[in-house]
């Protein structure tokens, strides 16, 4: 998977978790639980849409990985 392809990839599973989240406006370095402000559930949520689209899997061991928006991005470019 491309870059380009995980960045929409992560930007519309954001948009679906947390609708009300600027997807068009994101910082690649915003933090998904501080900055972005999502609880343990919508991280969860999170990781699994983007799994049903892209078919990439995260481990709990990789949590620490995806904490940003640019690493989630990476993590699925490189895995997807």
């Not at 392809?5 to 068009?24: E, F, N, S």
């Not at 933090?31 to 999502?38: A, G, T, V, Y």
Request: glycine letters at 8%; zero cysteines; hydrophobic letters at 40%.
């Amino acid at each position: 998977m491309t870059e380009q392809d995980a960045r929409t990839a992560v930007r519309a599973a954001i948009g679906q978790v947390a609708p009300d989240i600027d997807t068009d406006g994101l910082d690649g370095q915003a933090r998904l639980r501080q900055d972005l402000e999502l609880d343990s559930l919508d991280f969860l949520a999170l990781l699994e849409t983007l799994a049903k689209a892209t078919g990439v899997d995260t481990p709990e061991s990789d949590y620490g990985q995806v904490a940003t928006v640019e690493g989630l991005i990476n993590y699925i470019a490189a895995r997807g």
